[in-house]
């Protein structure tokens, strides 16, 4: 049973233009929802991440939604770029004694001049 | 953030070889644990690994198949043994820093392994 779904597989974003990635859980116990870039040949690089407590977390251009009620989360990278084209991991966890992160299946962003 | 650096970065390989991979952190932490990610693919959990005690193993991972080690809390290493074609794949190592009740993982660049 895959914990985290990740939507939608890749996306295609002028430059300039806002792009959207969404993820939903099943677990209610999750308390820790991260957001990782990778780029070709390299590791997962922790973008942002969010706790419950909150509905929206900004940094930069990046901001994470997050719907309890609805059990989903969502990356949000305004005013896309060249440089932002790789792809974006969620995940989610319960917090406390380093349980274990369930990853979505990744979204690759391709952000187009 | 943390600094992580892994050894070799890629290696090809005889199937029936052994390989270990190497994971370096800058500063001391708590946890780490290894990953395995097909190009294009998620990320699956390996085992965790706690300085002191055995690791933990995920489901469709064994110990004989994929010896961890956890000498000091800045070092581990996994190898991949008896390697077959399948074991192809990228091998990840992250760190675990915690942080008021939950904690933030940091990941290594990866080590590409081929197996002929």
């Known amino acids: 049973q895959q914990q985290v779904k990740q939507s939608p597989q890749s996306l295609i974003v002028q430059k300039g233009g806002i792009s959207i990635i969404n993820c939903a859980y099943e677990?209610?116990?999750?308390?820790?929802f991260p957001w990782y870039q990778q780029f070709p040949g390299k590791g997962p690089a922790l973008l942002i991440a969010?706790?419950?407590?909150?509905s929206e977390k900004k940094e930069g251009r990046f901001t994470i939604s997050f719907n309890k009620s609805a059990k989903q989360f969502s990356l949000h990278i305004m005013d896309s770029q060249p440089g932002d084209s790789a792809t974006y991991f969620c995940?989610?966890?319960?917090?406390?004694?380093?349980?274990?992160?369930?990853f979505g299946s990744g979204t690759k962003l391709n952000v187009k001049p | 953030s943390a600094v992580i650096s892994q050894k070799p970065s890629r290696d090809i390989c005889q199937r029936g070889t052994s390989l270990t991979i190497q994971c370096q952190v800058d500063?001391?932490?708590?946890?780490m644990f290894w990953y395995r990610q097909q190009p294009g693919q998620s990320l699956t959990l390996i085992a965790t690994?706690?300085?002191?005690?055995?690791?933990?193993?995920e489901s469709g991972f064994v110990i004989d198949k994929f010896p961890i080690s956890r000498p000091n809390l800045t070092f581990s290493t996994l190898t991949v043994s008896n390697m077959s074609p399948e074991d192809s794949s990228i091998y990840l190592c992250?760190?675990?820093?915690?942080?008021?009740?939950?904690?933030?993982?940091?990941f290594g660049p990866g080590t590409r392994l081929t197996v002929t």
């Open positions: 992250s760190a675990g820093y915690g942080l008021a009740g939950f904690y933030e993982q940091y």
């Open positions: 677990n209610t116990a999750f308390d820790y």
């Open positions: 969010i706790r419950p407590d909150v």
């Open positions: 995940a989610a966890s319960r917090g406390g004694n380093f349980n274990k992160f369930y």
């Open positions: 500063s001391q932490v708590t946890m």
């Open positions: 690994a706690n300085q002191g005690s055995e690791a933990t193993y």
